[in-house]
């Protein structure tokens, strides 16, 4: 009872600002409240939400953000998230309860093959009736007081509690992350990825991989077959195996730099590309103008695609 009282009391002087559905596989925004203030702290809340949006698959199933005096909590649930703003004193029992009740709203509402199709941000804008009437009830002590069953909801919270996410472990306000990855253990924090996550694989980005790969493995086998040759007359030139190798080293490593991010990632694909033509040119006499070609090509091909696969920029600002 005094647990009660003691949270209707926190509520009084507490709200929900804002809410918001989203899909989980893109972030794509299915319906949300329009009533965002436009004070700094609030515009801040905002990327903060597009951020977690596009990090929503990484995520467990129920978080919290804490952003200075506001809060961010969300569920998932089949491929759909349902997150929320908050002030910083508002119960967090009471929060996860009010997305417990829009999930089930929504599932009722929607079946899953709409939300799996939808295209266009907010297709389901007409959920934000239920959101506003769920939000202004929640803000309501009075109706609270007679409607919920505050120690169920308590125990379900200490039974299963959110992951906390700090600012900091979630990345700059670019979209971008910088902490080393972590696991979840407990109800621990969750760390970002160590690098940049890239855009998507294309197909071209595709065929380049395979075709470096296949000019590494050719330069890797003439580099051998000059060693055999070298040892064999001690007229060969040294030099040709290290040209080979140099070249198999080159188009590996223009590999790494297709899958992964580094800093200077577009100069180094700039130069390993200039290191494979002066491999080729030095092995000028070893190689015909075909296969010249074909290196010299699948390097420029290679490095085009490097530039083309981006690091991910911001979330869309669908102005939520």
């Known amino acids: 009872m005094l647990g009660a009282k003691l949270l209707l009391t926190l509520l009084a002087m507490s709200m929900i600002l804002s809410a918001s559905v989203v899909r989980v596989r893109d972030g794509l925004p299915l319906s949300a409240s329009t009533d965002y203030e436009q004070s700094t702290g609030m515009q ?12 929503l698959s990484q995520l467990p199933d129920r978080c919290t953000l804490k952003t200075g005096q506001y809060n961010i909590n969300f569920i998932s649930s089949l491929g759909v998230s349902y997150m929320m703003l908050c002030t910083e004193n508002y119960p967090n029992v009471l929060a996860f309860c009010f997305l417990d009740e829009l999930q089930k709203e929504f599932i009722t509402t929607y079946n899953m093959m709409k939300t ?24 309501n002590t009075r109706s609270l007081s007679t409607k919920m069953n505050l120690a169920d909801m308590q125990t379900e919270i200490k039974l299963r509690p959110p992951y906390q996410i700090s600012v900091s472990e979630l990345g700059s306000a670019n979209g971008f992350s910088h902490v080393p990855v972590g696991e979840y253990k407990g109800t621990g924090k969750i760390s970002a990825a160590p690098h940049q996550r890239l855009e998507p694989v294309t197909l071209p980005g595709i065929v380049s991989f395979v075709l470096s790969l296949l000019c590494g493995a050719l330069n890797l086998i003439r580099g051998f077959h000059a060693i055999e040759s070298l040892l064999q007359s001690e007229g060969e030139d040294f030099s040709y195996v ?13 590999c790494y730099l297709f899958v992964y991010y580094t800093g200077w990632r577009n100069a180094k694909s700039f130069l390993t590309f200039g290191l494979i033509c002066l491999c080729n040119m030095y092995l000028y006499e070893l190689r015909n103008l075909w296969q010249l070609f074909f290196h010299v090509t699948v390097g420029a091909f290679g490095t085009l695609q490097i530039r083309l696969r981006q690091p991910q920029g911001k979330a869309p600002d669908y102005n939520v």
């Open 44 to 55: 801040e809340c905002r990327k903060y939400f597009k951020m977690l949006s596009k990090k």
């Open 116 to 139: 799996n199709t939808a295209i266009r941000p907010y297709c389901f804008i007409e959920f934000d009736n239920f959101i506003q009437r769920t939000k202004q009830r929640y803000n």
């Open 242 to 254: 290290i040209a080979f190798f140099l070249g198999t080293a080159a188009c590996l490593y223009q």
